[in-house]
Nanobody, 121 residues
């Protein structure tokens, strides 16, 4: 069983930065970040392979968000820069078994509790 605990998030003005962290226990998996805005479906944001070599991002965050992981500490992070109001959502870290470029949420097995990110204009 994998347990994921998120931290970070909050309120920031447009153009600002936030960092999300996720501590994992129970094994080493591919890690991803998803987000869900009010009234919308959960969508993929970024993913990283177990060894950190392969990364994928949704187009709208490329160049602004960076996913990273520290396997020694079993943590994964999402650095979010140049934030926009449309980035406002609850962000979830997730653990899965196969890294793909545009995964559906049901491709991931374990989920964190979610962190609110609000970007004001």
């Amino acid at each position: 069983q994998v347990h994921l605990v998120e931290s970070g998030g909050g309120l920031v003005q447009a153009g600002g930065s936030l960092r999300l962290s996720c501590a994992a226990s129970g094994g080493t998996y591919i890690m991803g970040w998803f987000r869900q805005a009010p009234g919308k479906e959960r969508e993929f944001v970024a993913a990283m392979s177990r060894n950190g070599v392969i990364t994928y991002y949704r187009d709208s965050v490329k160049g602004r968000f960076t996913i990273s992981r520290d396997n020694a500490k079993n943590t994964v992070a999402l650095q979010m820069n140049s934030l926009k109001p449309e980035d406002t959502a609850i962000y979830y870290c997730a653990a899965g078994r196969v890294v793909t470029s545009n995964p559906r949420p049901d491709e991931y097995d374990y989920w964190g509790q979610g962190s609110q990110v609000t970007v004001s204009s």
